[in-house]
């Protein structure tokens, strides 16, 4: 007989060095091994299963003795979590069971206790606030038939029942019936069920729905699957099977989200490469689930795999979520998958991915927060803050098909370890934070009054993508705050003197004591451009076997030399005859190249001059650049028209007015942001194409720069330019680098706790028991006093139980006995 689990008393997670290991190893055998929980109600359908050719014997008796040896105590069967309360699944699962044992005439205790469990918690069942398993309402009405047709006699009111078989009748007019097929019986129509069978023999890869089709005489050769299944798992079935593939793309996708992905790097290869063979021959296990397909599609998508969308195609219409399980269970998680894989085109005319983009955009969230603007620290903070543990799961954690599904991801493992990184991660931070301050001081940047330095908010950029080493975090940081400062005297702080001075400067480099310095301010901006780029440069030499600071010195210069023709116009009034006229000087002047090309030389292998001089390295920064220049540019456009600059959305605006003679600037100007916004998208296609793909010169870590790149500034400029927003950028720079995260860490078997209980019981040892045992008093006293709050500071806390022990009497009648006064 089983019993209920009662949760365990809190206690914290270890963080020594053993316990990581510990719970490393467990997430890594669950990546290899996927352990799929049994489901009861499954299970009893498969147990009803007949010896083929004679209705007397059953084809699993495995699965009969899995049911007598799992009954819990109070009568049930079902799932077993902590602190769950009685529900409609709990009533199923024992139906199901109760009525696959009277099937065969076995388990008579069983079946009488299992009958009254049901009987005390039959309004279970008829409370339609409670939250049901997917046709419920069909299989469970469809198994209350099947009792009393075997003579069961359910201790419920025959109105009760009546009630239940009402509600199968409103469900059946919108129910996937061939999902809940096994609780129609006669009324369904098997021949159409049998339109659903997988190559492997099941209906769905439910073993219910295919017990159900074996037992009506319609599919023989779906025994084939269950006597494989049951093979497999001993007697019990799970909810669904197979579902390797999904099980484990989940544990990759949740790994990434929490940010702890790297320590299981092997695992996840291994589960990829496996993924892309399933995906290139088609298999129905990948192919035909909505969920598992889209999900498939963007991991091996984002992880280099040379995939096309074709095996999308089958999604294109709505009709094939509306028509499908996924439409009936209303399953807004596939809807997500659908949304979020659109959003990975790597061509603009890949019609599969924009068509399914379409319709699945009704996804609220992943229209907010669309893949290509996601930073990936921010995002995994918050899924740290949001992930359930198995405390908290519960019946509403675990996932409601037909039965109860608890899950395969280690929840507890995988947050106690994603809690530890974030935390180490941010100790990190906090220490390159105060190096980069130091830094700003040291090139006397901070004397210059005009100057945003923000070294939080630069220094974010580069920690919320995770950038794999400090000295790329720091090249990358100190770039940002340089090209920030530098646009900043472009745009106004600077004389015309002063500008062409630093140009020129930066165009000699070496050579700059030939020239002189027109102003302190010049000498300070170059000197700290000048160094910091000797300093990056010598830093890599280790890594790339030279010295490679002359093309951090070109970035520079075409940077500058961008930002002083911009200047020159707005000094000159001049506006360019042509959009194309203003984008040759305005990409360059966006300043991407400082920041990537000293990045760059600490992500990866060893860049070659060939790499930094190919037709595919400049067209990446050329798109890089493009994509900052348009997103700000629709962002700030109003501003610098006002200010007198040129911008890319005016110069759209005036050609499609004409030049003013043609329709309002309102309209021409609206026209002219779509126009921009097509041509962003097309930038960002193409920037993902190269990014993604097998084959260039330039070695994917360095590739992958880029579109990080775009992702930073798709997140800074998706709304405004949060650039300039105090409220904006900050709040976000200090979620990742500063603010504790907001979670309570589950219990743990290994803490603490369990290490003093360990010490306290064992055999050996120089301290004695009963001094040992002192310890563990004390572990009770504290764990007494401090379990809902701090019992020492309340009045009503712990003086009421010192009272009940010391002062107050027994509050007890004694029974008569022979031995009294009487």
Known sequence: ???????????????????????????????????????????????????????????????????????????????????????????????????????????????????????????????????????????????????????????????????IIHFRKIELERAFMAYVSEGLGNLQDWNQVMAYQRKNGSIFNSPSATAATIIHGHNYSGLAYLDFVTSKFGGPVPVMYPQNAYSQLCMVDTLERMGISKSFACEISDILDMTYRLWMHNEEELMLDMRTCAMAFRLLRMHGYDITSDGMAQF?????????????????KALLELYKSSQLRCLEDDLIL????????????????????????????????????????????????????????????????????????????????????????????????????????????????????????????????????????????????????????????????????????????????????????????????????????????????????????????????????YMLAAVDSFAVGPIITSAALFVGPELSEEVFRSEEYIHLMNLANTIGRLLNDMQTYEKEIKMGKVNSVMLHALSHSGGGGRGSPEASMEEAKREMRRILQGCRFELLRLVTRDAGVVPPPCRKLFWLMSKVLHFVYMEKDRYFTAEGMMASANAVILDPLQVTLPPSDSGTLCDLLRLVTRDG??????????????????????????????????????????????????????????
């Open 316 to 332: 294109v219409e709505q009709s094939s979520f509306d028509d499908s399980i996924h439409g009936y269970l209303n399953d807004t």
């Open 1 to 163: 007989m089983l019993r209920r689990t009662i949760p365990r008393s809190f206690t914290s997670w270890d963080n020594t060095k053993a316990h990581k290991n510990e719970l490393h190893d467990k997430i890594r055998k669950q990546l290899r091994d996927v352990q799929l929980p049994p489901s009861s109600y499954d299970t009893a359908w498969v147990a009803m299963v007949p010896v083929q050719g004679s209705h007397q014997t059953p084809r699993f008796p495995q699965s009969i003795e899995w049911i007598l040896q799992n009954q819990y105590d109070d009568g049930s069967w079902g799932t077993n979590l902590p602190g769950l309360v009685v529900n409609k699944d709990i009533l199923l699962c024992t139906l199901a069971c109760v009525v696959a044992l009277k099937r065969w005439n076995t388990g008579r205790h069983h079946i009488s206790r299992g009958l009254n469990f049901i009987g005390r918690n039959f309004s279970v069942a008829m409370d339609e606030q409670i939250v049901a398993p997917v046709g419920f309402n069909i299989t469970f009405s469809g198994l209350l038939s099947l009792a009393t047709g075997m003579g069961l006699e359910l201790p419920v009111m025959q109105t009760d029942i009546d009630g």
């Open 354 to 581: 924009e068509e399914i983009g379409s319709w699945s955009a009704r996804v609220e969230y992943a229209l907010k927060c669309p893949v290509y603007a996601i930073l990936e620290r921010l995002e995994q903070k918050r899924n740290i803050e949001q992930f359930k543990t198995k405390e908290q799961l519960k019946i509403e954690g675990f996932k409601l098909l037909k039965s109860g599904y608890r899950g395969v991801i280690p929840n507890d493992e995988i947050l106690a370890l994603a809690v530890d990184e974030f935390h180490s991660s941010q100790s990190v931070y906090q220490q390159e934070l105060q190096d980069l301050n130091s830094w700003v001081a040291q090139t006397r940047l901070d004397e210059l009054k005009f100057a945003r330095l923000m070294p939080s908010i630069t220094y974010f950029s580069a920690a919320a993508i995770l950038l794999p080493s400090e000295s790329a975090r720091i090249a990358w940081t100190q770039n940002c705050i340089l090209t920030t400062t530098v646009d900043d005297f472009f745009d106004g702080e600077g004389s015309k003197e002063e500008m062409e001075n630093l140009v020129k400067l930066i165009e000699k480099w070496d050579g700059h004591g030939e020239i002189g310095f027109s102003s302190e301010c010049v000498e300070i901006l170059f000197y700290a451009v000048y160094n910091t780029s000797k300093q990056i440069a010598e830093k890599a030499v280790p890594l790339q076997k030279r010295n490679v600071v002359d093309h951090i010195a070109e970035s520079w210069w075409f940077t500058v030399r961008g930002m002083l023709t911009e200047a020159e116009w707005r000094m000159d009034k001049y506006v360019p005859t042509t959009v194309e006229e």
């Open 765 to 822: 040892g120089v301290v004695p028991p009963p001094c040992r045992k002192l310890f563990w008093f004390m572990s009770k006293v504290l764990h007494f006093v401090y379990m809902e709050k701090d019992g020492y500071f309340t009045a009503n806390g712990i003086m009421a139980s010192a009272n009940a022990v010391i002062l107050d009497p027994l509050q007890v009648t004694l029974l008569p006995s022979g031995l009294g006064t009487l």
